[in-house]
Each structure stands twice: as C-alpha cells, then as structure tokens.
C-alpha cells in the first residue's frame, strides 16, 4: 500500500508531506476541494513517481527542480519484489519510488535510493498503484489482463498451471523434433564428410587433455640426453673412486671406531655424519631412479610427435582446439546416428510432440471450459453492481474467442476481453470505448469490487468515479468503494459529499492565493474539519446550518 508521498516544487505545490498509512478503521481516502484547487496535481504528482512523462513544466516557477518520492509497504511475495531481485536491487520491508525533474526538463529517478531507470519506474508503478481517472486509466483497460483477472475471480490456477506445465512440455517436444530433422538434414547433406570425419576422429580417439600431456612428454622426451647426462655425471660425482658417498662412509667409519675413546666429543659429529650419509645415499638412489626414467627413446619421441601434429592438423580441419576435437567427435557420431536411425527415429519424436500437443489441447480446453462457466458468473456478479451504479441500461460482458494454434500459449487458447454496451441494442465493445469518463470510471469500480482480490497492485487510485452523479448514485458509489476499501488501499478524488462521509480518512485540498502567486495545500481534516468540508460540499461556498445538520446527518449514516 501508498504509505505516503512527498511533493516538492511541483506545479503549485511548495512543500507537502503526505502520510497515506491505512488507519485501523479501514483504508478507504477521500480527497476534496473546490474546483481548481488543485487536486489533479497530486495525482499527477503520484504519477510522476510511478514513472508518467514529465517534463520543465511540472516545475514550480523559480524553482530549479522538481521532486517527488512515494514510499509503499510490501507484502511478501508481492510482484515488486520478484521485479527488485530481477534488477539486483535491495530488497527491503519499504519500496520508495523517486523522481527529479529539472527545470531544464531533465530527469533523473530512483529505487530505494539507488539510480534507476524511468521504465523500471513504470514497471513497479504498475505493480503497487492502479489510477482509475478521467484522462488516464490502466490497470483493467489493458485487454492483457483481463485472462489474468478471470482466472482469479473463478479460481482457476490450478488448471491455468496445468496448462502451463503441458505447454512446456509441448514445447520441448517439438524442439527435439526440430533439433533432430535438422540434424538428419544436415547429416544427409554431409553424409560422406561425416563418415570420413567420424572415423578418422575415432582413430585418433581424442581427449580433452591429449595435447598438454603429449607436449609435456615430447618437450621432457627432447631434452632426454642432456638430462640423462647431467644425472650420470651427478651419480659419478657420487659413486666413483673417492666419491662423495664413499668418502662419508669412510669418514663416517672411522669416527664410529674411535668415538668411545674421544668421552662423548665426537659425538655430534658422528651424528651429523650419519645424517649426511643418509641424506646422500637417497640422493643417489634418486639420480638413479631419475637416471632410468630419463633414458632417451628416440622411438617414443617419434610417437608422441606423430600423434601430437595428427591432433593438431585435424583440429585445424575442423577449425576447432585440440580439447574441443571430442566434443566434435560426438556431435558427428549423433548426427551420423540421427541419419542411420533414419525415419524411424523422427517418426517416434514426431509421435511424441503429437502426444504432447494433445495432451496440452486436452488441459487447455478444459481450461476454457471453466473460464467459460467463470465468465457467467463474473457478468452476473458485474451486472448486480450497475444499476445502483446509474448504469442499469448498461451490460457486461466477457467476450471469449478460440486463438489461431500460432497464438496458443502457456495462458491457453483463449482471448479474454472485458466488453460493454452502454444502451440497449447496442453491440458490446471494448471497455476502454466507453465515451463518459464517469461511466468508465464507475463501470471500472463495478469491476473492481467484484475482482477486489484480483491483481498485484494493492493501492487505488480513483479520479472523479463520481463525475456528473448525485444522491442515491452517488451513495451507492462511496458504498462499494467502501466495501473494495475491505481489500485494498482506495484513495478516491471526490465532490460527491455522499462519497467523501463514508471515508476512513479525508484530507482537503486548498488553493491559496496571495498578491505574487498561487499555492496548492493539503490539509488532513479531524471530526470537525470533515464536518465543515461535507456542509461546504452540500451547500457551496456559504455553509448554512441546514448543510451542517445534513453534513451530520451523512456522517451517522456512514457509521
């Protein structure tokens, strides 16, 4: 819900603070005013954080900038949130929209404080706030949600998600079908190449690592004689004559001989000797290890170089690395076996996208089956709303059409579209062809009440739904925006006192004008301050005693 909204330097608004929190007694909101106070610009202003166009205008003169920031409470599981995760931005308990307008007409917006663009804007204004008014309505006159709206009102996920599974299903059906005849075709086309191909690559048998281990190999197999060299020089230096080995053995007998005359002095040497003569030892039986894996083999080379350039030159046929020459290897053998399989093989995943697609078609017209049944109810629980509503000549219709198979989607088969006649005889046609602003808004709050569950967007907004209606009309509207306010923030911009008594919360807006300029103010009225606004509602600008008590008499009635 709209928790509230901060206005700076907009049109004729200097400062003001809104605080929209739904009070414990419901979240019903009227708004109030004389003609030209103002109240469209709050609406306007609203829309400017949720994203509408805006340009130097919206400015107040003199100012450099215009802002607006409208901060709402999320539910969980709300749309917003998944839109906030999608986009990487925070996601906390609050959502605040925030818009800068220039007076260059520049602009710049902002997600919780964090740069964004206006079209995400948009997006989450969709989401949080539906503005049901005079010159600018979404929300249910977007023939994209009206399937989306049916299938709440009757209850349907159930199925609608049945549908959607089956059609995925279909899909990956008939990918696999198109995969293979692409691949038999192309396996057909190429039929000789990939039988060469496929067995010289066979013969090579190659691997993902082949070419590091057999250039590791050769580069250690060509340096073979100078390394075997060294070594044996090494184990010379060790082993001959007076070698390092013999010489700590010598030397290490001799003291172990005449350590028990010397009283413990030669001990430590005797100690580090044996150390020595161990250490070297290893190091001798290492070289000669190393002296034996290091034998140059001229006839290994020779292998390892032949198949190390036979990978290389066929990775180079094939414009392909030598690690990628596997995957290719077994991409030729699939397609080479869509071929050998032949009709056979295409035949079975034919069969399967066949299967597939029946089963989708079988879900899919059950769904319809039910939106149908859904539609009758939902045209006699609209119908029962108009006429208190002054629309009795009117009628409601949800219109259902089968889809050419190229536009069945995981949705269904179906065209859902809101239809409306206006007079008797009169064929039914969209919704938003309404001509009357106030009977489109007033059809829009009969739809609304009914569908009052339906929808992400738990704030709206309604411009006027009372437009050109008095008395009981006008009651029986402030009635179900009272009862759609049970479910949903309702925020209604009103002259109809019936409307603005049965309010939770009421704020008036005023124009103040001084010598130099005009201002735009909003005012959050008390028990007493409603009381006056209603009595100036009834009677206009002299408020006389009678309004009063009439004003009163209102208030009672609302409870």
């Known amino acids: 819900m709209l928790v509230s909204l901060s206005i700076r330097d907009f049109v004729l608004i200097e400062k003001l603070d809104l605080d929209f929190t739904r009070a414990a007694q419901g979240g019903l909101g009227a708004l109030t005013g004389e003609t030209g106070a103002g109240k469209s610009i709050l609406i306007d202003a609203l829309g400017l954080a949720l994203g509408s166009r805006a340009d130097s205008t919206t400015v107040r003169r003199g100012a450099a900038q215009a802002a607006v920031a409208a901060s709402f409470d999320l539910p969980k599981g709300h ?42 804007l948009r997006r989450l204004g969709k989401a949080l706030v539906e503005i049901q008014g005079q010159m600018e309505q979404h929300g249910l006159l977007d023939i994209a949600t009206h399937g989306t709206s049916l299938d709440a009102f009757a209850g349907l996920e159930n199925q609608v998600e049945a549908v959607r599974t089956a059609w995925q299903v279909w899909r990956q059906a008939e990918q696999a079908r198109a995969d293979a005849e692409a691949a038999a075709a192309a396996a057909r086309r190429d039929e000789d190449f990939l039988r060469h191909a496929v067995k010289e690559l066979e013969a090579l048998a190659p691997g993902p690592d082949d070419e590091t281990t057999l250039a590791e190999e050769r580069q250690l197999l060509r340096a073979g004689s100078a390394l075997g060299e060294a070594v044996t020089q090494a184990l010379a230096e060790l082993e001959q004559d007076r070698g390092a080995v013999a010489a700590l053995r010598h030397a290490h007998r001799t003291i172990e001989r005449n350590a028990d005359k010397a009283m413990g002095r030669l001990d430590a040497a005797l100690t580090v000797l044996d150390r020595a003569l161990s250490e070297a030892t290893e190091a001798q039986a290492q070289l000669e290890a190393a002296q034996e894996a290091l034998e140059f083999d001229p006839a290994r080379l020779e292998k390892v170089e032949e198949r190390l350039f036979a990978l290389r030159a066929a990775a180079r046929k094939h414009n392909v690395t030598v690690p990628e020459l596997a995957v290719l290897a077994e991409r030729f053998s699939k397609q080479l076996a869509a071929l050998d399989d032949g009709e056979a093989g295409l035949k079975r995943l034919a069969a399967a996208a066949e299967t597939a697609r029946t089963a ?39 219109d259902m059409a089968k889809l050419p198979e190229l536009e069945w989607s995981e949705r269904g088969i179906d065209r859902v579209q809101f239809m409306v006649a206006t007079n008797p005889g009169a064929p039914p046609a969209p919704i938003a062809r309404i001509a009357s602003g106030g009977e489109l808004s007033r059809f829009l709050l009969a739809l609304k009440v009914c569908l009052a569950k339906v929808g992400d967007a738990p704030t709206i907004v309604f411009d006027e739904v009372d437009s050109g209606i008095g008395g009981a009309t006008a009651a029986a509207v402030g009635e179900r925006l009272k009862r759609l306010a049970r479910d949903v923030q309702v925020l209604v911009v009103t002259h109809s006192p019936q409307v603005a008594a049965v309010a939770d919360r009421h704020w008036l807006i005023r124009k103040i004008t001084t010598k130099n300029a005009a201002s735009t103010d909003v005012r959050a009225l008390d028990a007493k301050g409603r009381r006056e606004e209603i009595a100036r509602m009834l009677s206009g600008a002299q408020v006389t005693a009678e309004a009063r008590a009439a004003a009163d008499r209102l208030l009672a009635a609302a409870g």
Do not use: C, H, M, W
């Open 360 to 398: 989708y078609l079988t879900a899919a017209e059950a769904l319809s089956a039910a939106r149908r049944k859904g539609a009758t109810r939902l045209d006699k629980a609209v119908a029962a709303e108009l006429a208190p509503l002054k629309l009795d000549k009117a009628k409601f219709v949800t």
């Open 79 to 120: 749309a917003a949130r998944a839109i906030l995760a999608e986009q990487g931005l925070d996601d906390e308990d609050g959502l605040t929209l925030r818009r800068v307008v220039g007076a260059d007409g520049r602009g710049r917006a902002f997600v919780n404080d964090q740069p964004a663009s206006v079209a995400l």
